[in-house]
Every structure is written in C-alpha cells, then in structure tokens.
C-alpha cells in the first residue's frame, strides 16, 4: 500500500510539474531562509560561551546618573576598581583587565602597525584560548614578553618555531626588545576578545597607572566563586567605590559635578547581545539583538507564508483530482487512507524542498555572511544540535502544508465528484485572511525599505557643515609641532597639494566656567591654525588662529555655535572660559559654524578649540587639488617615510571614513530590501494559488455572465477587485504598525528624515500594482475562457 502511495505521489508531482515547481520552491526557499537564521541565531547566542569558566566570569560596567537624572551607562573601567575590589572581597578569585592599543612593531627592517591588546599576566587562567606553542600559564609573567596567534607569528616569522624569537615593539617613545613567549590558536568566530598580539600591562604600566577612579578607560573582568551573590557583590563594590574615592567625588562636587556613579556586574555570556552598556576598547563590537529579532521574525514568517502557499495551491489543484479522489472511495479507500496519502505527497515535496533548500543555503552563504558581518561555515549545519532542530523543522513542516489540504481532499463526496459537481462552499475566511497576513508583512516591509533606505541616503548625503573632499588623513602617531612644520614644508613643494593642518586624534571632555562660576561641560579639540581654511568650516565671527598672532597658542580659542547658545552669551567674541582646575583662562576669539565630525547618530555637543602648544598632534590632514591624485599620494607616502622613519604609514581618505560610519545602517538597508523582496515574491506565490481557487470555483459563474454578454474586461475587473480589496485591508492594517516601529526606529538619530505620508501612499501603489500583476494573468485566463465547457454539464 505505501509503495502505491509513492507511485501515485511521484506520479501526480510529475503531472502537475508547474504546480509542483512553485510549491517546492516556496518551501524551499522559506526552508533555507530558516536555516540561515538558525546559523546566525545559534553563533550569536554562543558567544564567549567556550570559556571554562565562562559562568563565573562577569565584567565590571559602570552607570552614571546625572544631576538632571538622566543616565549613561558603559562598560569601561578606570585601573583602580580591579585590585581594590578584589583585594576587598573574598566572593571574588581573580581580576583581569584588558585594553586595546595598536604598537608599532618593527622586525626585518619593516615597520608597522599591528593590532594589540595589553592584559594582567594572568589572563590565560580567566579566559581559555588554546595554544600552539608555550606555556599559557607563564607566557605573560616577564613584562617583556609576547603572545601571537598563529596567523601573525606565521607571517612573522614562516615556518620557523616563533618562541624565543625576538620583536622590537614601540611602547614609548623608542623601540624595546618584546621576546615571543607563546602562540595561540586562531580565537574562535564567536569569541568577543579577539588575540592577534598580547603583551602585559605591566610594560606600560609607568604611562597607564592613573590613580583616579573616574578615568575610565579599559575593561575589567573578575571571577566570582561559585555560589556568590551576584548583587551583595554589586553593593560591596559600591561600599568601597564610595569609600576610598570620597576625596575625589567631593572634589567633583565642589567644581560643579554632581555625576553619580554606580558600578555593576555584567555576566560574560550576556555581554555580546547586551546593548546596555558600551563597549569598552579590546572587545569586537557586540551584536545588534534588533538584527537578530528582526532576521528570525522574517524567517519563521517566510516559513509559515510557503506553507499557506503550500495550502492555498494544493486546495486550488483539487479539483482536478476530485475523480481520481470519488473512485478510491468508491472501491473502497477509507479517510484515514486518503489522508496519509495527501500527507505522503506533502512530505515528499517537503523532502525534496529541504534538499534544495541546502542547496540554496550553500549558494547564499557568502552573501549572507556579508550582509550580517559573519564568517559562518557550511559545515555548522552539522552540528547534531541543529540536525535535531532541521529533523523537527521537516516533520512540522511536512504537517503544517499537507494536513489542512489532506482533510478538505480526503472529505469529497464520491457521488459529487464522479458527476463533476464538487465545488467549494463558503466565503474561504481562511485562505483571504492568510493573504491579508502575507501582504500586511510585505506592506510593511515595503515601508520599512522606502524609510530605511531614504535614512541611508540622508546620512551619507547630509551637509556636514564642512568640506572632506579630497582630505587625505593619516595617522603615524604622536607627533610634535616641530615635526608638523617640517612636513608642512616638504609637502607643499607638490603643487598638488593644497594645504595641510592637524588635530590630536580623541577629542575628550572638559568642564569650565562661563559667566564666573557658571559651569559648561564641552569638548575640546587641538588644532593648527589651518584646521578651520583646510575643512572650509566657515567663521561666524570674530577670526581664526593666525601665525601673525604668537598669543593665540597659549590665550585664545574658538569655540562652536552650540558652545555659545549653552553659555548663553549674546556678544561671545572676547568672553572668558576659566579652567579653573587647571588654573588657567583664554579669550575667545572666534565662533566657528556647527559642524559634525563625528556621526549623525550623536548631537553636536558645545566644542572649542585650542592651539596649545603642550598638547601634541595625531592626525594630519591634506587638501589635494583635484587631479594628479596619483602623484600627490606617491609624494606624501616619500615624505613621512623620510620624516617618520620609525612609525608606521597610515591612510584614508575622509570622505571614505565617513562613509563607513554608517556601516551597521548599510547592513540593516541590505537585510530588509532583501527581505522585502523575498517576502513580496512568496506573497505573490500565495495570492496567485488564491486566484486559481477563485477561478475553479467561479468557472459556472464566468460562464453565465460571458453568456448574458459580460465583455473580458468587466469579468477581469469583477474577479480581479475581490482581491484586490484584500491588499488594500493589509496595506491599511500594516501601516500603522509600520509608522510606530520606524519612528521608534527613529529615535536613535537625532537627526533624521520626516516620515511623511508619500511613503505610505507609495507603498501600498507599490504592492497594488504588484497583486495586480499577480492575479492579472490568472483572471484574464479564466475571462477568456469558452464558456461551453464550463456550462456543458448543465
């Protein structure tokens, strides 16, 4: 018998080979779409779970409460709460802190900039990161000692044995011999903490080993003995924050800052889905949980609309086995038979559907993994985890698309069919209101894409406030004005070369006083006297910086448009802004035009600008003509190669740097166009299986009107509006939904576009045109059709 039953399936697929084609591929692709999900879901949910110690482990983060209650959290910390709470509180066995910084390495006479992070010497007994050569629990213990992956030890230095060997790294102001003392393996896809180069923090600790308690800028993980109080902890550690830094929080108090400070535990595990708390430098950049929500609601809805799909066509197909389905019952098939059948053929098609599916997932691999920023493997599919998840997607799967159509199929009655005269009854609620579903998604999607991709094109296109045109930034490190000059004078002997200026790399926060003992918080910046020409930042008021001015690197500054509304000052040129921590004032001697150097995702904040000789320079910028691009670049790179022979040399251009800031915004745009697409076309896929059944049932109905003298086109217009009215309910139900996910969306840039109503409006156009194209082809068939046939039975 079930031999019979896959004769008759593979028979019937191979008859109806379009019907099977779309079924298969719906499946298949909604298959595949769940597979890719599961991929990324299972790696985004794995991370830093591999370390042996994983559950203990927790990273010390910080929330700062303002005095207006506001609230900023992150996941920093200064050198001082890791000794002191440790050395405090018995719940905790051990701390390790961890700090990215790039070192300049030189090694066969090359030098350059590697990637580096400086650790406590016991980090290999905190986290678990294999080794290829050395000893993890010793490699960190002399203060001159180096960890390499694999990958870099191999490029350094072939095939040869790395431990021993002998690299030159930068740490100061000269070159210090670091000796390899251990190899680790290359760190796992799914590991926040990425090595490439490690060495003890312990070599700088001279430069870093800052006392106060508000500077923070590393990461501090501790281990927790099992059993420990995760928030008796938690208030230990804020005891002693309070009680050895009361000195230097009254302090802050007396000069205006009334910052609370409260310090938590994050638990490892939690902390690559976390968006609470900001990461701190030597940590990959955690993942976007939204991306995440975002990728599994698709898929699973793309699954369950192949399955409608699935539904919809098979019950569309009926018809044309309702004789086939009226002589099994009359010789004799029982229902239940009738239904394993049904439920055969739909496994079967779920079977090949998953095979392609595989396949499409092997195919897409490289373009998913570009798009969500992963390095996932076809090979993690293997994992007995996922095989178990893939087996119970089938099995699910298989019943969801056959079970409805083998109940309706399996319920004909004999005498009806055998005469022809099976119909469907009824308002089919069921299948319209899965349309409605299917197209609500797409509608909504298809705003989301309109919307997003509008974002997209006004961050990358908005007036900056500032020319980085043809701006070439490098980067060789700390250098001093001297320096400065001498590189001046060597590039302006290319007439390609417009101008050149510099700024130290981090801008960073300061407090003063404006108007006596008001207090402003801002940011200040050092910068040459060519900064402003060079960016074309226009001048307000007042002047720039001038050579012919010495007092201006030691008196004056300038200041930005938002400085002045927040100091509240109506005449600024010639105000007084007092460093009265450091004891010192300066005149303000020009208002510079609002202008955004950093992303769009943060408001520009009130910044000055200072010429003060103390501070050295970073970054150094080059205006080039246009043209001659080519030459100008050679010339440059000649330059600093002669002036900086010992640092490394760096570049970008900074328009393109800009660009990459909208990195993670380029990733969404691309995920959701994508999605909108593949949900549009499955959706159709739905909506053309509901125009069959339409046209099967209504073949009399057509008939007559042809006869009554009905022309093609009101017959198209009358079977086309039926649904057409169903996509307009969805556009009208998905978007409001959509108005309130995207001004939430919204909420994260503060500068951003109106979501006007042409976006809606041309949405729901769009998926009507669509639908209509969809259903077109269907409606026009069955008007045309001889209405003798559909009447001869009659």
């Known amino acids: 018998m079930l031999k019979n039953y896959f004769k008759t399936a593979w028979k019937n697929i191979f008859r109806n080979k379009v019907f099977a084609i779309i079924n298969i591929g719906g499946l298949s692709v909604g298959i595949g779409c769940c597979m890719l ?11 830093d779970r591999f370390h042996k110690k994983a559950d203990h482990i927790y990273r010390i983060v910080s929330m700062f409460t303002n005095s207006d209650g506001s609230i900023r959290r992150s996941g920093k910390t200064g050198m001082m709460p890791g000794p002191n709470f440790k050395e405090a509180i018995p719940e905790m066995e051990a701390y390790v802190r961890i700090q990215s910084g790039g070192l300049t390495v030189r090694h066969d006479g090359q030098v350059f900039e590697q990637e580096n992070l400086f650790v406590d010497d016991n980090f290999f007994s905190v986290f678990t990161f294999p080794f290829t050569a050395g000893d993890p629990h010793s490699a960190l213990v002399n203060s001159h000692s180096v960890v390499l992956c694999e990958e870099i030890a191999e490029k350094l230095f072939g095939k040869k044995n790395a431990i021993g060997q002998v690299l030159e790294l930068k740490t100061r102001e000269n070159f210090e011999p670091f000796i390899v003392s251990g190899v680790t393996k290359k760190s796992p896809q799914n590991s926040s903490i990425k090595i490439k180069m490690m060495v003890p923090l312990k070599s700088v600790m001279k430069t870093w080993n ?11 993980f501790v281990i927790l003995k099992a059993g420990a109080n995760v928030k008796a902890v938690e208030d230990k550690c804020n005891f002693i924050y309070n009680t050895l830094d009361a000195e230097e929080l009254k302090m802050n108090a007396e000069t205006g800052r009334h910052t609370k400070t409260q310090y938590k535990l994050q638990p490892l595990p939690e902390m690559h889905l976390s968006t609470e708390f900001t990461p701190g ?29 699935f539904i919809n066509l098979t019950v569309a197909r009926s018809l044309k086995r309702a004789k086939e389905i009226g002589i099994r ?3 004799g098939a029982q229902r239940w038979q009738l239904i394993v059948q049904f439920l055969g053929e739909s496994y079967i098609l779920s079977f090949i559907a998953f095979l392609l599916a595989f396949a499409l997932v092997q195919i897409l691999l490289p373009f998913f993994n570009s798009v969500v920023n992963k390095a996932l493997s076809f090979d993690y599919l293997l994992d007995y985890k996922l095989v178990a998840v893939y087996i119970s997607l089938f099995l699910i799967t298989g019943l ?11 319920g004909f009655d004999p005498v009806q069919t055998l005469y022809g005269r099976q119909r469907f009854t009824g308002k089919n609620y069921l299948s319209k209101g899965l349309v409605i579903l299917q197209f609500t998604l797409a509608t909504f999607l298809t705003i989301a894409t309109i919307t997003i991709n ?26 001093p004005k001297d320096k400065i000059d001498l590189l001046r004078n060597e590039l302006g002997l290319d007439p390609s070369i417009k101008l050149v200026t510099a700024d130290q790399a981090d801008s960073w926060s300061m407090m003063a006083h404006v108007n006596n003992e008001q207090g402003i918080e801002f940011v200040i910046k050092h910068i040459d006297e060519n900064y402003v020409p060079l960016f074309e930042i226009p001048i307000v008021s007042g002047r720039n910086f001038s050579q012919a001015h010495p007092s201006d690197s030691a008196l004056f500054v300038l200041v930005n448009e938002s400085f002045v509304r927040e100091a509240g000052w109506k005449d600024p040129i010639g105000q007084t802004v007092d460093f009265f921590s450091l004891k010192r004032k300066y005149t303000v001697i020009g208002i510079v035009r609002d202008h955004h150097f950093q992303s769009l995702r943060q408001k520009i904040r009130p910044e000055l600008f200072t010429m003060d000789p103390s501070y050295p320079f970073d970054n150094v910028y080059i205006k080039l003509r246009t043209g001659n691009t080519a030459l100008a670049m050679n010339h440059i790179g000649k330059s600093f190669r002669i002036l900086f022979p010992t640092q490394p040399y760096q570049y970008h251009f900074q328009d393109t740097e800009n660009a990459a800031q909208y990195e993670s915004e380029s990733k969404t745009k691309q995920i959701i166009n994508f999605s909108a697409i593949l949900t549009i076309f499955i959706s159709c896929i739905g909506l053309l299986g509901l125009a069959t059944l339409s046209a099967e049932r209504r073949t009399k109905e057509i008939g007559i009107r042809k006869v009554l003298g009905a022309s093609v086109s009101t017959i198209v217009q009358k079977l086309s509006m039926d649904f057409l009215k169903l996509v307009i309910l ?8 959509a108005w309130w996910a995207l001004n939430k969306w919204m909420e994260d840039y503060p500068y951003h576009i109106p979501i006007g109503g042409w976006i809606f409006g041309f949405a729901t156009v769009l998926i009507v045109l669509i639908a209509l194209l969809t259903v077109g082809f269907q409606t026009f068939k069955a008007a045309v059709s001889n209405p003798v046939k559909s009447l001869r039975a009659e």
């Open 400 to 410: 969801l698309a056959g079970f409805y159509p083998a109940l309706v199929l399996s």
């Open 730 to 737: 969805a556009a009208l139900i998905a978007s409001p939904m």
């Open 210 to 220: 800052n006392k106060s308690w508000e500077h923070n800028f590393l990461n501090t």
């Open 37 to 47: 999900i599961l991929l990324y879901t299972a790696d985004e949910l794995s991370f």
């Open 281 to 309: 430098q030597g940590l990959n950049q955690p993942g976007n949980p939204l991306n995440s929500y975002i990728l599994s609601g698709i898929a699973l809805f793309i699954l369950l609309i192949a399955c409608i799909n």
């Open 454 to 479: 509008s974002q997209f094109n006004y961050l990358t296109h908005y007036n900056l406030g500032y020319n980085d045109k043809n701006v070439v930034k490098v980067y060789p490190g700390k250098i």
């Open 329 to 331: 019952k009359v010789v």
